[in-house]
């Protein structure tokens, strides 16, 4: 969808705008679309490497360069003066919507917990154990350390700043 959003505003994106307003442009328009509901995303490794190609994807089309041209990807990056940062932003919004959620006393947050009756696992599954949604979030010491951070917002806030920290919303 987001792709077929792109091609429809091509003309916008690659025109003779200013790089800036492009770029403010294409995060504004075409990665809301893309990461509409991340918060609640489970992502395996393919996803995040469909995720990053599809970023490099947009920074090409609006430089209008081809895919048979050689050109790195660090050098798209370069003219354009980004970094890779769909990750982070889909990390930050996981952290920001989680923290959230456990502050709260609501449904979800029992869903989360596994206090809601659902079907009993009698044997193990075999394979890999799923990947959860918590899994994202990188704390090892499990869900109990994450959900008392999350209750205190300062401590919450100083856990993800550094790598995919909330947006800290100023006094208006």
Not at 124 to 130: C, I, L, S
Not at 135 to 144: A, E, M, T
Request: glycine share 4%.
């Amino acid at each position: 969808m987001a792709k077929a959003a792109f091609s429809k505003k091509k003309n916008l994106f690659t025109s003779k705008l200013d790089l800036n307003l492009r770029k403010k442009l294409v995060k504004c328009y075409i990665w809301s679309i893309a990461l509409y509901g991340a918060e609640t995303w489970t992502l395996r490794a393919v996803d995040q490497k469909h995720l990053e190609s599809f970023e490099m994807w947009c920074w090409r089309r609006m430089e209008k360069i081809s895919w048979t041209d050689y050109v790195r990807n660090e050098e798209v990056l370069i003219r354009v003066s980004e970094q890779r940062n769909i990750l982070h932003e889909i990390r930050k919004r996981k952290a920001n919507w989680i923290g959230h959620v456990l502050r709260r006393n609501c449904l979800l947050k029992e869903a989360i917990e596994g206090k809601i009756d659902g079907r009993i696992e009698v044997t193990r599954r075999r394979g890999r154990r799923r990947k959860k949604m918590l899994d994202d979030l990188g704390d090892r010491r499990g869900y109990c350390h994450l959900k008392e951070k999350a209750l205190d917002r300062i401590k919450w806030r100083n856990c993800f700043e550094r790598d995919c920290g909330p947006v800290v919303l100023t006094d208006y």
